[in-house]
């Protein structure tokens, strides 16, 4: 059974750092693109980035483009992602999924971490 | 980047009913477009894919069509546990993006 479990959320400060994970199993991780979502309390689904297979290749959205970084080990079954000078908008739940082989839409879903901006 | 405009944002029906939901794309996205379904407090789960085509596990009264800016999700007898918020999303161009969500409710 697919499962992507995600950890590391909480509450930060604005302008401070976290740290996202998400442990996948089920699959060959290294064979598929995975990507991030966010959604802010009682709002729509925001993505947020995405990484390739291999890792080679990202993609973010303009609003955490250098502010963000995913990554990915692939021995680990990992998915990261890093997020510095956090602002009170990216106060959401984050969610990690993972792409159909050979496209780019969400077929499996993690249960989501939540992530909090406040002094 | 594209804009996905859903609608309704609210829908009240009753159990039995036949729902429509619209989506349309600000330019043309072929069909390169997902319909999710997400229940209070859960994660979103995949329903329908590259506009028409049926997720594995999910049931027939779903259905989804439509091609370039136009697409529909339709539900053919609304059960107890269709009540959930819907969402398209455009997988043509990055940066991916959502519709804003229809929110199915008892009527």
């Known amino acids: 059974e697919v499962q992507l479990v995600e950890s590391g959320g909480g509450l930060v400060q604005p302008g401070g750092s976290l740290r996202l994970s998400c442990a996948a199993s089920g699959f060959t991780f290294s064979d598929y693109a995975m990507t991030w979502v966010r959604q802010a309390p009682g709002k729509g689904l925001e993505w947020v980035s995405d990484i390739s297979g291999e890792g080679g290749t990202t993609h973010y959205a303009d609003s955490v483009k250098g502010r963000f970084t995913i990554s990915r080990e692939n021995y680990e079954n990992k998915l990261y992602l890093q997020m510095n000078s956090l602002r009170a908008e990216d106060t959401a739940g984050y969610y990690c999924a993972k792409f159909h082989r050979y496209s780019y839409y969400m077929e499996v879903w993690g249960k989501g971490t939540t992530v909090t901006v406040s002094s | 980047d594209i804009q996905m405009t859903q609608s309704p944002s609210t829908l009240s029906a009753s159990v039995g009913d036949r729902v429509t939901i619209t989506c349309r794309a600000s330019?043309?996205?072929?069909?390169?477009l997902a319909w999710y379904q997400q229940k209070p407090g859960k994660a979103p789960k995949l329903l329908i894919y590259k506009a028409s085509s049926l997720e594995s596990g999910v049931p027939s009264s779903f259905s989804g069509s439509g091609s370039g800016t136009e697409f529909t999700l339709s539900i053919s007898s609304l059960q107890p546990e269709d009540f959930a918020t819907y969402y398209c999303?455009?997988?043509?161009?990055?940066?991916?993006?959502f519709g804003g969500g229809t929110k199915v409710e008892i009527k």
């Open positions: 999303q455009q997988y043509n161009v990055y940066p991916f993006t």
């Open positions: 330019q043309s996205i072929s069909s390169w």
